[in-house]
């Protein structure tokens, strides 16, 4: 790549070191968005954070929403993706809301390489999908189901693609099995029962990574689904 069309933040081996300059230039570029209107900004520990509101104007209503938003950038931006929380907490996490329960908007499935890291535009493409969650998030409270195809987010899909992958790696049709079963809530993982490869070793000591996933992905289940449950207790 010739030094013309090179992005500034290549310049540096992983991450951008935040100067004057590099700072200078991305509050402009936040400035420029219509959708977004920058509040304040700070430096905390070499990573930029942007405070500011989110705003657009329902079709079916005409009602105008807003919402504050606070955007935090990884050490290694643009190689890794900003987070975008829900700073005045005005939803309640859910899995089916798309939001984690520390307020982060789950805007995209990581494996799907959806947003363009390594550009210095990563934010601003960032903070439209912010906006197309807010939109979507809003429909949502009004309807209680997610507008689009229905989709995991979180931390149980991820997991579930690293449980099945592992269960096909192993070329047992038990295992396979067994992992589906995990998946439904069938079974749950016991470290001092038999493998499910049949083996007849503990499982343990044989597919022990698939056991690991297997209580990995049960916990991340049962917590976001004990959250839901209580934040619908606090609604009744």
């Known amino acids: 790549m010739n030094g013309k069309n090179r992005s500034p933040f290549e310049y540096h081996a992983r991450g951008v ?12 570029r936040l400035r420029t968005l219509r959708y977004f209107a920058l509040e ?13 509101f989110l705003s657009h104007t329902q ?20 190689w890794d993706i900003p987070s975008v929380f829900d700073y005045d907490k005005r939803f309640a996490p859910s899995a ?16 799907r390489f959806e947003f363009p890291v390594g550009s210095e535009n990563l934010a601003t493409e960032v903070l439209q999908a912010s906006l197309v969650w807010f939109d979507k998030r809003c429909i949502f409270e009004r309807l209680r189901v997610w507008p689009g195809a229905a989709e995991e987010h979180g931390y149980v899909r991820p997991l579930k693609l690293l449980l099945r992958e ?7 049709l038990s295992v396979s099995a067994w992992c589906e079963w995990i998946i439904a809530e069938l079974v749950s993982p016991d470290s001092d029962k038999g493998c499910p490869c049949l083996s007849g070793r503990p499982f343990a000591h044989c597919h022990n990574q698939l056991l690991w996933l297997a209580i990995l992905y049960q916990c991340s289940s049962n ?7 209580r934040a619908a207790r606090k609604a009744a």
């Open 17 to 28: 070191h935040w100067c004057p300059t590099q700072v200078e230039q991305e509050i402009f």
């Open 40 to 52: 304040s900004w700070s430096i905390t520990d070499q990573q930029l954070h942007v405070l500011g």
């Open 59 to 78: 079709q079916e209503t005409g009602r105008k929403e807003i919402i504050r938003v606070r955007m935090e950038y990884p050490h290694e931006y643009p």
């Open 96 to 111: 089916d809301g798309h939001q984690y329960l520390d307020h982060k908007l789950c805007l995209s499935f990581p494996l």
């Open 166 to 172: 592992e269960a096909r790696r192993s070329r047992s």
């Open 223 to 229: 917590s976001m689904r004990d959250h839901e449950l």
